[in-house]
Each structure stands twice: as structure tokens, then as C-alpha cells.
């Protein structure tokens, strides 16, 4: 498999994982369930693959922020003032 399609895997993964997690997360609320292990353990599943799935993607995060400060530095030092209209 290709770091792509780990990518594409993990990303899938973590939204059925996210859903299932809030839907037992609701099933505990309305049952008033106290110590309900499946949603605990899902919980701990969807950090596992969101970790994963960071690991794949951090280089697209970081180069983001990176241009995304870059831009917000550009533009702040070039933009003039805005004058207020009376």
C-alpha cells in the first residue's frame, strides 16, 4: 500500500470512528449508562487513528501554517491603513 492510499484508509477509518463514538456516546447519555466500555474504547481508538492520520498529514498541516503566516506577514506590511469616512 502507498502512503496515499494509508492516507485515505486512516481518514475513513476516523469518520466512521468519530461517528460511532458519538452515537454511543448518546446511547450512554439516554440509558444513563455510568461505566459503558465500548464507547470508552472507541474513544480511545479514534486518538489512535487521528495520530496516524496527523503522522500522514503533517507535512500538509505545517506547510499551510507555514504559507498561512507568511501570507498574513505579507500582506500586513503592505497594506495601508484605511482611513476612516466621515
Request: aromatic share 14%; hydrophobic share 45%; charged share 25%.
Amino acid at each position: 500500500m502507498t502512503r496515499t492510499d494509508w492516507n485515505f484508509w486512516t481518514s475513513l477509518l476516523l469518520l466512521i470512528l468519530i461517528l460511532l463514538t458519538a452515537l454511543l456516546g448518546y446511547i450512554q447519555s439516554e440509558l444513563e449508562l455510568r461505566k459503558f466500555v465500548p464507547h470508552r474504547y472507541l474513544a480511545y481508538a479514534t486518538l489512535v487513528v487521528l495520530a496516524v492520520h496527523l503522522y500522514f498529514n503533517f507535512g500538509k498541516i505545517w506547510r499551510y501554517l507555514r504559507r498561512r503566516k507568511r501570507r498574513r506577514r505579507g500582506t500586513a506590511s503592505t497594506e495601508e491603513p484605511r482611513k476612516k469616512e466621515s
